[in-house]
């Protein structure tokens, strides 16, 4: 059973990506999630598949779901365009590049949090913002990063950039 889990923040504006996921084994809490993720759907909170294009789902297949809730078409299709296809090609790239080992990705799965704010409005940004925060949560869910000793280095000194004062 694997279950790893990856965080990143990266861009600015309104357009800033920011990606939790988990990946792990189909048949352990991360299959769950992803089950459970694709079956509950709310109001506001429509999860999806990560896909490169109609009909070319990703491996390990990736549920994508909202950190915030959708408020209507724009925030929509910003989901299910710019922020859909930069997760998919960042799952996609990092198997190709070996972060998530080929062999294995019949046998992960994905669950992965996006957040789009309600007043971006540049899809460029949003792609690139989401694709780059993605392939930075895999590579470190995939490598255990941080470490715990990492973690205690910064726990001093780390700034977080939404703290508020």
Known sequence: MQFNIGEALVGDGNEIAHIDLMIGSKDGPVGVAFANALSNQS????????????????????????????????????????????????VADAVAE??????????????????????????????????????????????GKPTVDEMIAKKDSAAHPFKGF
């Open 43 to 90: 109001e506001g909170h429509t999860n999806l598949l990560a896909v490169l294009e109609p009909n070319v789902a990703v491996k390990p297949s990736t549920v994508m779901i909202t950190k915030v809730t959708i408020k209507g078409m724009k925030q929509a299709v910003q989901m299910f365009g710019p922020a859909q296809a930069a997760v998919a090609k960042a």
């Open 98 to 143: 070996g972060i998530i080992p080929k062999d294995q990705a019949e046998e992960l799965v994905c669950v992965c949090g996006v957040f789009i704010h309600p007043d971006a409005e540049d899809d460029e940004k949003i792609y690139n913002f989401n694709y780059e925060a993605t392939k930075q949560s895999l590579v470190a869910a995939m490598a």
